[in-house]
Nanobody, 125 residues
Framework: QVQLVESGGGLVQAGGSLRLSCAAS????????MGWFRQASGKEREFVSI???????YYANSVKGRFTISRDNAKNTVYLQMNSLKPEDTAVYYC???????????????????WGKGTLVTVSS
């Protein structure tokens, strides 16, 4: 039983930075893997990054080296620091939780157990 609320989206120029936050309500937050997905207009939802309960991370190739995922279990919050943003990063970004993820690979969207409503990131050229 996890409720997720994203924040931090907005409009930024190419090359700029944003930090997204996802606040979770459940006491079991620390046991979940937490991921970020994004969905651009007219496209399918795609994996961005995930962090395991122990802190290990995995990134999509499209964001590797530019984005950093982190978590603060004491605050029940996961973050996505986005640097060197590109217009192709424009999308609605969703936070998601998975009770059973334990690998180093990109999970599919339908494998996640809980979702936030999303926050819009727009990168202009």
């Amino acid at each position: 039983q996890v409720q997720l609320v994203e924040s931090g989206g907005g409009l930024v120029q190419a090359g700029g930075s944003l930090r997204l936050s996802c606040a979770a309500s459940g006491r079991t937050f620390s046991s979940y893997a937490m991921g970020w997905f994004r969905q651009a207009s007219g496209k399918e939802r795609e994996f961005v990054s995930i962090i395991r309960s122990g802190g290990s991370t995995y990134y999509a190739n499209s964001v590797k080296g530019r984005f950093t995922i982190s978590r603060d279990n004491a605050k029940n919050t996961v973050y996505l620091q986005m640097n060197s943003l590109k217009p192709e990063d424009t999308a609605v970004y969703y936070c998601a939780a998975d009770s059973g993820y334990g690998g180093f690979y990109a999970p599919t969207a339908n494998a996640m157990d809980y979702w936030g409503k999303g926050t819009l990131v727009t990168v202009s050229s």
